[in-house]
């Protein structure tokens, strides 16, 4: 409507049934501090005391945009239980707006809100509250999202499965900054569930930093001090054409003296992913509770510190897959733990370093080659039960450098067109066609096309297999064949041994040593 008038008292709320609605459809809406001014051709006007007395769920709707005006007392409060609607840019013609000022919130507690508009400018948006659910929060927008903190969790509530409420927050055409964190958690000893956290920007960034010393920037745990935990949140980010900076997550399932029910997982895709830690732990007593399994795909860079998806008590571990270019494990020795770490490059030809020294200071500079290993990542995850490397499409070489030879956890190469031996003698133990392990260490591998000696003096190739064939094909390099076809070819391999037949080539006629 292009005038629309508001004053007076609303009631449409049911104490025994479903609120009823109020629709406010102006072409632009100011909601005030004061009274409301008169409305000019292009705007109506509203106060926030005639908005905070409505009783009942409130849809403001208009297509030109919507203003809330700095409040005296910081807060725009609806009555606890109202869903609460704001559709600026309903003519989808990218000029209606919502904004309000940053050091202003908006509450519901225990209600819900929606937010719509080409751009979203927020404070604080809140629906937690103690002793019920926490309402869920809908943000989108065809430009970009900037907010303050958003609030979903539920806590210290005596009700059974007091749990925090949703948070999905998609931006179409720019950012999504939050410039403290959010929180969906569920602090309930009757099996609350933290509430899941979605952030969707398909053409931008995505920014969660800067919360409160001690915290993280964004928790949507589960938590219990006497009784049983629900489950953690699930965890969503995906900027897949820009980059993801978020200061710790934490999605765990933890009861201190009972059940819990499994930690949410986390899952992230972007171009570069940078995040400072993720909690998604399960600890219960009794249950069998999942850990949270974690989840980062990046086009190019990961850097993250902290990394732990581990049960206690009862609780059992999970799985973390890396997927990058280049990966950095910053959280010093010890701090990747979970059941499994498997590290991944985004292309397939890409090569892979494993165990060489970092250089001081910058742990992956640009432009290199390689996915490298670093031995500081080694040490990062020696609190992992087994570290996968590659893909078993891998096309790329795999180098071993001594560290990873003395690596005490167990390390499995997936798949890579050439595996090379370290500086020091490196013994290729193959027990199949491309397969087998690293003498003297926890390595083993599979889907290796070629074996290479590398800078090691005295390199070995053995196979304990039968039906095979070696032929030695010039100084030091050959290849052994069995009956159903090639198993591997090898250079820089000054021993094999086997309890096949050597054949040797008659053009070179090269001398290996040969045990058996």
Known sequence: KEQLAFAGLVDVGAQAGRNGNILLDPTHLVITDGPAPANTASTNYVSSTAVESMTGDVLFSAPDGITIESLSDGELQFQNGTAVTFEANTNNDAVGAFSMDSTNSLTSRSGSFEIYGAGVTLGSVNTDISGNDGGNITINSSAGVTATSISTNSYLGSGENDSGGNVMITADGGDIVINNRIKSWSYSNEEGSGGAVTLLASDGNI????????????????????????????????????????????????????????????????INIQISNINSRAASTGTAAQAGSITLNAHNRIEVGGLRATGSRSGVANEIILTGETIDLIGGAGSVQARALSLIPTSN?????????????????????????????????????????????????????????????????????????????????????????????????????????????????????????????????????????????????????????????????QEVRYTT
């Open 207 to 270: 920014f969660v930093e800067t919360p409160p010393t001690g915290f993280e920037a964004i928790e949507s745990y589960a938590i219990a001090d006497t009784g049983n935990a629900g489950a953690g949140g699930t965890g969503t980010q995906s900027a897949p054409n820009g980059d993801i900076r978020i200061d710790g997550i934490r999605s765990s399932a933890v009861s201190f003296t009972d059940k819990a029910r499994d930690a949410g997982i986390v899952q992230a895709n972007a």
């Open 349 to 509: 030809s890409r090569s892979i370093t494993l165990g060489q020294l970092a250089p001081a200071n910058l742990l992956n500079p640009p432009g290199l080659a390689a996915l490298n290993i670093w031995q500081q990542d080694l040490a990062a995850a020696n609190n992992v039960d087994i570290i996968y490397v590659g893909s078993e499409n891998s096309t790329g070489g795999v180098s071993l450098f001594d560290s990873a030879i003395a690596n005490p956890t167990p390390i499995h190469v997936l798949g890579g067109q050439r595996l090379v031996g370290s500086n020091s003698d490196t013994l290729f133990a193959l027990t199949g066609s491309g397969a087998g392990s690293i003498g003297n260490s926890q390595i083993t591998f599979a889907n290796i096309e070629q074996f290479d000696g590398g800078p090691g003096g005295n390199n070995a190739l053995s196979f304990n297999g039968t039906n095979a064939l070696w032929k030695i094909e010039g100084a030091d390099q050959g290849s052994l064949q069995g009956v159903d076809g090639e198993i591997a070819t090898f250079q820089t391999i000054s021993q094999i041994a086997s309890s096949a037949t050597l054949v040797t080539n008659d053009q070179t006629e």
